[in-house]
């Protein structure tokens, strides 16, 4: 059960961020959206966008699912396990995104993995 | 909103001075989705632990929480991340994105310290010293590489 629920988060919270960076790619945010005034405008046209709504879906399944490992396992455990999904998403972002992910940029996403998983300790 | 802002549509260089103009607005709204995001968590983790509602299994009292100030102050910052987290990403690389703003990690440890009283053990100050390492290494990197620069 334990490893089940991690693979949910990780799988659902790399999913979201996938969808999320691919869908603002093709249609970015201007900074004046973020005015307070804009919000409801700008939340009604973030929802009529398919791989957002998708992406929204993923986070809640993140979330349930990261509270029913709370109640299976230590959160000394829950929040270290998690921030696997740095590297992975990394590696994803490359690979599917095609970012150009350097040897710098590399070592920079395993450093805060890591310490990620230590500051969780 | 600008929706339909297509990347095809855009110049496909950027002057100096221009980019330079770009790299700085990206730096700052990266430091806006951090410093949301931690105080957002902070205000709502303030109001959970200084209410005395017994939340049980009533959805009620739930909802009569979101609507004490620091959660429903936490709530609003929490959609204001949201939304600058996601204009981020279309502004910078998700694997630009992903460490630089761990930092939030970094500074909730620090503010839960300072007004939690909670202990901060070596292993965390290890924590901390990769991840600002791991900023440092990314942050030396062009944040957008998959296309040209949108944050005008």
Not at chain 1, 64 to 86: E, G
Not at chain 2, 23 to 46: H, P
Not at chain 2, 112 to 134: N, S, Y
Request: glycine share 8%.
């Amino acid at each position: 059960m334990k490893w089940l629920m991690v693979g949910i988060i990780v799988g659902s919270t790399v999913l979201a961020d996938l969808l999320q960076s691919f869908e603002m790619k093709r249609h970015s945010l201007a900074a004046e959206d973020l005015r307070p005034g804009r919000w409801a405008g700008v939340l009604r046209g973030l929802a009529q966008r398919g791989p957002l709504v998708l992406a929204v879906f993923f986070m809640a399944i993140s979330f349930f699912a990261f509270m029913k490992l709370l109640s299976v396992a230590d959160l000394s455990f829950a929040v270290p396990v998690t921030a696997a999904s740095v590297a992975l998403e990394t590696v994803l972002a490359r690979v599917v995104l095609r970012e150009n992910v350097t040897a710098l940029r590399w070592a920079g996403a395993l450093s805060v993995a890591c310490g990620v998983a230590l500051l969780a300790m | 909103m600008a929706a339909g802002r297509a990347a095809v549509d855009l110049p496909i260089t950027n002057p100096p001075s221009t980019a330079r103009r770009i790299d700085l607005k990206i730096k700052l709204l990266t430091a806006f989705v951090v410093c949301t995001n931690v105080l957002g968590n902070f205000s709502m983790s303030w109001g959970m632990k200084h209410q005395a509602v017994d939340l049980g299994l009533s959805p009620f009292a739930y909802i009569r929480l979101i609507f004490t100030p620091w959660v429903l102050l936490g709530t609003a910052l929490l959609i204001l991340w949201l939304l600058s987290r996601m204009t981020l990403l279309g502004w910078a690389d998700l694997s630009y994105v992903l460490p630089v703003t761990s930092i939030g990690y970094v500074m909730s440890a620090i503010l839960g310290k300072v007004f939690f009283g909670e202990q901060v053990t070596w292993q965390r100050w290890l924590g901390t010293a990769f991840i600002v390492a791991g900023i440092v290494f990314v942050g030396l990197t062009a944040a957008n590489t998959t296309r040209p620069e949108t944050a005008q």
